[in-house]
Nanobody, 123 residues
Framework: QVQLVESGGGLVQAGGSLRLSCAAS???????????MGWFRQAPGKQRELVAG???????NYADSVKGRFTISRDNAENTVLLQMNSLTPEDTAVYYC??????????????WGQGTQVTVSS
């Protein structure tokens, strides 16, 4: 089992920056099997969408809407994933969720979710 705890959300003016952090904890065996980590977000009335993801080897992918503004990074030794968000716009307002995928010995990957952290960008 893995638990994910996010921090770093808050209120910021348009054009500002925030950094989200997500720390994973739990059994050593499960933590060692975490392959991909990432961030999703969900705005009111909208579906949850991928923001950015990163593999254990450091390969990243981003939603088109955040490319060039957001940067995801990961510390495998500390089991943390960060999301640096720059040039924020009101359209980035949402609850941001950290996720981690565990590659299990048998069966499909299992996806863990954090509790979410609110990001609000004022115009």
């Amino acid at each position: 089992q893995v638990q994910l705890v996010e921090s770093g959300g808050g209120l910021v003016q348009a054009g500002g920056s925030l950094r989200l952090s997500c720390a994973a904890s739990g059994s050593i065996s499960s933590l060692n099997r975490i392959s991909r980590m990432g961030w999703f977000r969900q705005a009111p009335g909208k579906q949850r969408e991928l923001v950015a993801g990163i593999t254990r080897g450091g390969r990243t992918n981003y939603a088109d809407s955040v490319k060039g503004r957001f940067t995801i990074s990961r510390d495998n030794a500390e089991n943390t994933v960060l999301l640096q968000m720059n040039s924020l716009t009101p359209e980035d307002t949402a609850v941001y969720y950290c996720n981690a995928d565990e590659t299990r010995p048998v069966g499909p990957d299992y996806r863990y979710w954090g509790q979410g952290t609110q990001v609000t960008v004022s115009s």
